[in-house]
């Protein structure tokens, strides 16, 4: 069956220290991948989304995420963190008809 | 330009009851999908509508049904309530179907049964 896994389901970071988000999928086509964050008391919103081309795509707010498909993995990456950035990063897959989200990691940046 | 509206907000049913939530697309999005976001299993897809049809479904029993309107809105219904359908309800709009078309997340039904 297709799942998402995001390893870490609750990070704690000091401002400006560095940021990755492990997304691993199970999934042997072609698939369209998508990060989602929800900051606390706000919608889900798209944050970057990879369909084809250079494997390392950039988003919005300095995040960045790089497609390994030799790994099955879509990591999100940011250099320097905020406290703004505090907030739940969900990862997404869609695979063929469907999508599919990971459980989300919970983000906490400690000012 | 609104964004996606979701009604009501909270919701408290009992065991056995039955319940319509309601979403309102952006203006221009045919598209509708439907989430079921719990703190244990995260967010898992119920279903997607496009042009008053059902395009696609998850696993979810068929308490769950859905329907969509010649304007795009789209109501979603749980019959016969089960502790374990208490969660937070999420409406999404997209232009049309498929992947290209970003999705736009609505704050959703936070839905408790007692």
């Known amino acids: 069956a297709q799942s998402v896994s995001q390893h870490n389901h609750h990070v704690i970071l000091s401002e400006a220290a560095s940021l990755e988000l492990g997304c691993n999928y199970s999934?042997?086509?072609?698939?369209?991948l998508f990060w989602y964050v929800q900051y606390p008391g706000q919608h889900l919103q798209l944050l970057l989304k990879?369909?084809?081309?250079?494997?390392l795509v950039k988003g919005i707010k300095g995040f960045e995420a790089e497609f390994i498909k030799s790994k099955f993995s879509f990591n999100l990456r940011k250099p320097s963190v905020q406290w703004s950035d505090t907030a739940e990063y969900f990862c997404?897959?869609?695979?063929?008809?469907?999508?599919?989200f990971g459980k989300g990691t919970r983000l906490h940046i400690l000012p | 330009k609104a964004g996606v509206t979701q009604t009501p907000r909270y919701l408290i049913k009992t065991r056995g009851q039955q319940v319509t939530l309601s979403c309102s697309p952006i203006?221009?999005?045919?598209?509708v999908s439907w989430y079921q976001q719990t703190p244990g299993q995260g967010l898992q897809f119920l279903f997607e509508?496009?042009?008053?049809?059902?395009?696609n479904k998850g696993n979810f029993p068929g308490r769950f049904s859905g329907r969509q309107f010649s304007n795009s809105r789209s109501e979603m219904n749980v019959s016969t309530l089960e502790l374990g359908d208490s969660a937070l309800y999420l409406c999404?709009?997209?232009?049309?179907?498929?992947?290209?078309?970003?999705?736009?997340f609505g704050p959703g039904t936070r839905l408790t049964v007692l």
């Open positions: 999404a709009s997209s232009l049309g179907p498929g992947p290209g078309n970003e999705q736009f």
């Open positions: 999934y042997g086509g072609t698939v369209n």
């Open positions: 990879y369909f084809s081309g250079d494997p």
């Open positions: 997404a897959v869609r695979a063929g008809d469907k999508i599919i």
């Open positions: 203006s221009g999005h045919r598209s």
């Open positions: 509508y496009f042009s008053e049809t059902q395009r």
